[in-house]
């Protein structure tokens, strides 16, 4: 009877874990899906301001340019600057959508795994009580 209980307790707590990493994921890759479709919406506030505007980019070079200890400093010309922005602006939402894929990945990945691993123990948790009862 005590094993039973014990071997019924463990494939409860299994199946409770595995609903909870299967919610957590499945959020995850709603995140992932919204970052696919709208990625400016969704990067972090450094990178939102970087590429905000071409005069924010400018700044944002004249300040690592400063940092910098190379005594060489670059100067660009605007059409240089606007260039440099567009690449840094396509290359900044390709990595957003980059780890929206990969949430998505992960959230296929959870539910290959958790949803047998949840009726598997199910099924065990199931058996334990039948023996109990009977």
Do not use: W
């Amino acid at each position: 009877m005590r094993k039973n209980l014990v071997g019924m307790i463990y494939a409860y707590l299994v199946c409770f874990v595995s609903v909870c990493v299967l919610l957590g994921c499945i959020i995850s890759g709603l995140y992932g899906i919204f970052k696919i479709m709208s990625p400016e919406t969704t990067l972090s506030r450094r990178e939102r301001d970087k590429i905000l505007t071409v005069e924010k980019f400018k700044l944002s070079l004249e300040k690592s340019n400063k940092v910098s200890k190379s005594e060489k400093k670059i100067i660009l010309s605007d059409e240089e600057i606007k260039v440099k922005y567009e690449e840094e602006k396509k290359a900044v939402l390709i990595a957003e959508k980059q780890e929206g894929i990969q949430s998505i990945i992960y959230m296929i990945i959870s539910i290959i795994v958790c949803i047998p691993l949840y009726f598997i123990h199910i099924k065990f948790a199931n058996k334990f009580g039948e023996k109990e009862v009977v």
